[in-house]
């Protein structure tokens, strides 16, 4: 017991986290922002990869395993859903991290952002900073090892909210089939937006 709380000790250190981040920056001042980019997708879809592919024969039964966080597409995250297509993530899974390095170290260098608007730019326009690019391109990665009633289940991300209260919503363009999807309203999902750090939906193909 006393080995595993040592080791609880290693990674609750704020150095840990601190770390991560600072060895992030090294690698944009050495690739730039494309180069950051590739690296954290690869990332995620390497921790992908590792997770074991589920199956369930009902949706609701997916659901709740998804709020439990006993699937893979949420192991990472605390969730709860908003109707039975849309999944609004609590707090960022990186939330320790941005604390400790602001309190700390101080505000986020600008490449945090940069990357993620490069990342935008190429994937899905819905990050702020480098921590939203691993957990959204994890989710979209973890949704292919996963099917219900014999179908894939696709992820599609609404809105994420940033530690420091920034918002990025997808263009206005997608919204109306996002939240159809979704079966929220926009004055819902503007509600939801006001306490949680992401709202994204899934479904399936017909």
């Known amino acids: 017991m006393k ?7 290693i990674l609750d250190n704020p150095m840990v986290d601190i770390a991560t ?7 944009a001042d050495k690739q730039g922002a494309a180069g950051m980019n590739n690296y954290l997708m690869s990332l995620a879809y390497s921790l992908a990869r590792t997770m074991p592919e589920e199956e369930y024969t009902k949706w609701e039964d997916f659901i709740d395993a998804l709020v439990k966080s006993e699937s893979i597409l949420t192991a990472f995250e605390k969730v709860y859903a908003a109707s039975e297509n849309c999944m609004v993530t ?6 320790r991290g941005w604390k400790e390095y602001t ?6 260098p600008k490449i945090h952002k940069d990357v993620a608007e490069y990342y935008n730019s190429r994937v899905t326009p819905t990050a702020i900073e480098t921590g939203d690019i691993i957990i959204q391109t994890y989710r979209k990665a973890a949704a292919e090892k996963i099917t219900v009633n014999g179908k894939k289940i696709q992820v599609a991300h609404i809105a994420t909210v940033s530690p420091d209260g920034s ?7 997608w919204l109306p089939i996002l939240l159809e999807k979704a079966k929220i309203t926009r004055t819902q999902l503007n509600m939801i937006l006001r306490n949680n750090a992401a709202v994204w939906v899934i479904y399936t193909l017909q």
């Open 3 to 9: 080995n595993i709380e040592g080791y609880q000790e």
């Open 90 to 95: 609590v707090e960022s899974p990186f939330l």
């Open 167 to 173: 918002k990025k919503i997808a263009p206005e363009e």
């Open 21 to 27: 981040y600072l060895f992030l920056e090294d690698i």
């Open 103 to 108: 309190k700390r170290i101080g505000e986020f």
